[in-house]
């Protein structure tokens, strides 16, 4: 059972945190065009590259799902966290050698088009982007003292596209209780994905099997049509 699930996993990342954008909705289209809103949320470096971008809209989403996902992965280990966009610095890290390696769920490799690290208030964050037309989804990583080791295990990922009608926040859970049902072979009426509320607000998402809290990393994100997660064990 579930008891003799390998407790290493610590040993290889600290935490991640993941972040996906529907660069269809109308929420996105044209966003690049709000000054104020940039001026809000972008450094100046950052302002001036999505200017510069050929695809200015897919740029701005990039540097905020970044944001965004090293954010969910830092305050895991601190708490309370203040998160100001701003403060949240991205860079590109071109030709950077990825410390992780994304799977799809299936298995499958996922191939990392893009490597950057965001400077946040508690240190950086590694970020890593997987790109389409259609939609942004970056993963953000924080390493433990390894230096550039790679993690042992991979962070499963899973991005998918709904149409019609649907709650994206019990979607997104179904889809991981799914998945690490699968995985630790337990039944995925005994898995629970929680998020505890806090003097902060609710905390990050934790996974509960059988009434006891694991030590398997989570993040879920959703917007628009999409859904995705990011899964370490």
């Excluded at 690290?117 to 240190?123: E, H, L």
Aim: with cysteine; hydrophobic share 40%.
């Amino acid at each position: 059972m579930f008891n003799a699930w390998p407790k290493w996993r610590r040993n290889t990342l600290t935490s991640i945190g993941n972040d996906i954008v529907d660069l269809t909705s109308s929420d996105s289209v044209g966003k690049s065009l709000d000054r104020r809103f940039i001026a809000r949320v972008f450094t100046p470096e950052e302002q001036e590259r999505i200017d510069r971008s050929l695809s200015p809209d897919a740029t701005l989403w990039m540097l905020w799902a970044a944001k965004e996902a090293a954010f969910k992965a830092v305050s895991k280990f601190k708490p309370g966290l203040s998160f100001a966009h701003r403060a949240y610095a991205h860079r590109d890290e071109p030709g950077k050698a990825a410390h992780i390696v994304l799977k799809q769920t299936n298995g499958n490799a996922v191939s990392i088009q893009e490597c950057g690290v965001v400077m946040t208030p508690a240190g950086p964050v590694d970020t890593f982007f997987t790109l389409s037309t259609h939609r942004v989804h970056c993963v953000a990583a924080v390493r433990n003292g390894n230096g550039g080791a790679p993690a042992a295990n991979p962070v499963h990922v899973l991005e998918e596209r709904r149409d019609g009608p649907f709650d994206p926040s019990a979607a997104v859970r179904r889809a991981a209780i799914h998945h690490l049902a699968s995985v630790t072979k337990a039944s995925p009426y005994y898995i629970d994905i929680r998020r505890d509320e806090t003097p902060h607000g609710y905390g990050a998402p934790r996974v509960f099997i059988e009434g006891n809290r694991t030590d398997i990393d989570i993040s879920l994100s959703h917007d628009g049509k999409y859904i995705a997660f990011a899964v370490h064990y």
